[in-house]
DNA sequence: CTAAACCTTGACGTTGACGTCAAAGTCAAA
DNA sequence: TTTGACTTTGACGTCAACGTCAAGGTTTAG
């Protein structure tokens, strides 16, 4: 497939995704003409790209990472020592963050609910 | 105290510090000369601008929330309804980020100990 | 064959939370 | 009063993951 469709597939813009290429986390097939063609694959190798985004791994970490998942979603090893230091390590800043993320959480719920108490809430009706 | 005893009390730098209060997070008093005199409170309030910056909030909305919370930690009603509204959405959005990165984490879990698995390994010291 | 809808590379712009100078004024201890 | 550590404002730099535009080639349905 072109650019074009796995973009509408997956909600990456197509810059997004010639950025995804540059980074090293796509290699598609290329025309004659310079076009681009994506494998099936790509969609869900795209996906992972977003998730590990999502958590904060920078492109360069997610290059080292996207080997060790094939395209059938099972799991292999880190292939060097190096990298799986670097994946522990990622490992723990994501558990902060998810700590740091549940006291934040807990901070804002503390307001809203301070609020949600206030007799000024003159509407019964659920928040649309 | 001055801008330099916060910055080493609370880890933030001096330029952040200012950034906060052109920012309108922090309001020192200000000296004759110029300087900054900020007060002991402020050493809390830095610490909770710093759990929000970390949830991902933004320092305009940051900005909004402060006044809800009082030097002594207590808990106050937001001041109007659109801010409730904005609330909620960031915590319907923390949530989603915690999701997130939980499904990352679990994913370089099972990298990381897919190579733990391996007999590549060899030796049986604790990582340093 | 033509037109619309696609694709290419290249290059500059954006955003937020700061980092990093520079030039100059201030504080406080001895 | 000197000196060294501290502070001020101002302004430009950074970084990552894209957005956005431009000028031009490609594909394919009709």
Do not use: W
């Amino acid at each position: 497939m072109f650019i074009g469709e796995l973009s509408r597939r997956t909600g990456v813009s197509t810059r997004g995704l010639r950025y995804y290429e540059e980074q090293g986390l796509l290699h598609p097939q290329r025309r004659a003409s310079g076009y681009r063609e994506f494998a099936e694959a790509d969609v869900d190798r795209v996906r992972r790209v977003r998730v590990l985004l999502a958590a904060g791994l920078n492109t360069d970490l997610i290059a080292e990472v996207l080997p060790c998942m094939t395209d059938t979603g099972a799991i292999l090893a880190p292939t060097c020592e190096e990298m799986a230091r670097d994946l522990e390590r990622e490992r723990e800043r994501m558990s902060r963050s998810i700590d740091e993320l549940k006291v934040a959480h807990e901070m804002l719920d503390a307001i809203i609910h301070a609020g949600e108490l206030l007799p000024e809430r003159r509407d019964g009706e659920a928040h649309r």
